[in-house]
């Protein structure tokens, strides 16, 4: 009888539109991962000192379209803008795909429309206040090494120091007053419902906000290695997408109950 019935939905052609939404969602995923890996490859290009890997020539590497005997720095450079240049196929692939496999004015193409304009902008996640304190925080860790966490710390509240060093304070001062409003709307907004997979959300939302702190203090410590930025960076990525994730979903789950009252 259930096979029957998936048969007859597949005949229909309801089921195909169901299954191709799963393979659209996959997509999405990939699209974001995707995204989120060029980041994190960005962090590696600034602590690296390679950004000036291809010199000053674009869409060409050092006038060259593949760079010939390269440097280990124009091979970080160069990869990264390969997948910089990959990130916009697939922007543009998913746009399509989503006018293709939605209704007109489905709340998707408005979203992959802006994730599209987003990229061209090269705004992706960067454009918040902890993204900017924090890459301003890594350039001057990556210009300016300290030799000790005691050197680093008296040169963040040194008036003779750069003013990049100094403002490395920024990053966690805000990064904790932004810490503290997530946890009280998490409070407010997600533990205070009855709601066990807005629940389950808001936990691993709060468990990498946790882990982020945690990896900030290495970094800290560790005097901001280049595979300790790395890590922050993609725990951060990791932290924004449950972030808007949960946002959505109580945003959606809401609106039903707006509308009636």
């Not at 597949?10 to 089921?15: K, L, N, P």
């Not at 924090?134 to 300290?146: I, Q």
Request: hydrophobic content about 60%.
């Amino acid at each position: 009888m259930a096979t029957g019935a998936v048969r007859a939905e597949v005949a229909s052609g309801s089921g195909e539109r169901a299954l191709s939404g799963v393979w659209l969602r996959r997509f999405a995923w990939v699209v974001v991962v995707y995204n989120v890996l060029v980041i994190v490859w960005g962090a590696v290009v600034r602590a690296t000192g390679s950004g000036a890997g291809c010199g000053n020539h674009w869409p060409l590497c050092n006038g060259q379209v593949l760079p010939l005997n390269p440097r280990m720095t124009t091979v970080i450079e160069f990869t990264h803008r390969m997948m910089s240049g990959g990130t916009l196929v697939l922007i543009i692939a998913l746009v399509a795909w989503v006018f293709r496999g939605t209704v007109q004015r489905h709340l998707a193409r408005a979203f992959a429309v802006a994730g599209l304009l987003l990229t061209l902008n090269e705004a992706l996640l960067g454009a918040m206040v902890i993204g900017v304190t924090g890459s301003l925080a890594a350039l001057g860790d990556t210009l300016f090494p300290s030799t000790s966490l005691r050197s680093a710390l008296t040169a963040d509240f040194s008036s003779s120091a750069e003013w990049l060093v100094r403002l490395r304070i920024l990053h966690p001062a805000s990064a904790i007053v932004a810490g503290a409003f997530i946890l009280w709307l998490l409070r407010r907004a997600v533990f205070a419902a009855r709601d066990d997979a807005h629940r389950k959300l808001g936990l691993w939302l709060a468990g990498l906000l946790a882990f982020q702190f945690l990896l900030g203090g290495l970094d800290v410590l560790l005097r901001a290695p280049v595979w300790m930025q790395v890590l922050h960076l993609a725990g951060a990525d990791a932290f924004w997408c449950v972030l808007v994730v949960l946002t959505f979903s109580v945003t959606v789950a809401a609106a039903p109950a707006a509308r009636a009252s």
